[in-house]
């Protein structure tokens, strides 16, 4: 059974840094590409970055420059490195695996003074 598991959520400050991890078991990180969503109070759920089994990575042009999407393979673990956060990265994060079409369950984010 394919588990995808988000951690590292919490409230910070606006122009601190957070990093989200995402801890997959039951698959194969190098055989599917992984992402990362959010979506905020209100809204549909938008995507946030993409990483690829041969780890090419693309952002959401909002994330670029402040987003970093990585993966640890040898340990299925996904990251992503949020620095200068903003008030409107508000939202609950998820990952998500394209091959194994499987969510996290999410993780709150909120930033806040």
């Known amino acids: 059974q394919v588990r995808l598991v988000e951690s590292g959520g919490g409230l910070v400050q606006p122009g601190e840094s957070l990093t989200l991890s995402c801890t997959g078991a039951?698959?194969?990180?190098?055989?599917?590409?992984m992402h990362w969503y959010r979506q905020a109070p209100g809204k549909e759920r938008e995507w946030v970055a993409s990483?690829?089994?041969?780890?090419?990575?693309q952002y959401a042009e909002s994330m670029k420059g402040r987003f970093t999407i990585s993966r640890e393979r040898g340990r299925n673990i996904l990251y992503l490195q949020m620095n200068s956060l903003k008030p409107e990265d508000t939202a609950v994060y998820y990952c998500?695996?394209?091959?194994?079409?499987?969510w996290g369950q999410g993780i709150q984010v909120t930033v806040s003074s």
């Open positions: 990483i690829t089994e041969s780890s090419s990575t």
């Open positions: 039951g698959l194969i990180f190098s055989r599917t590409s």
């Open positions: 998500h695996s394209t091959y194994y079409s499987s």
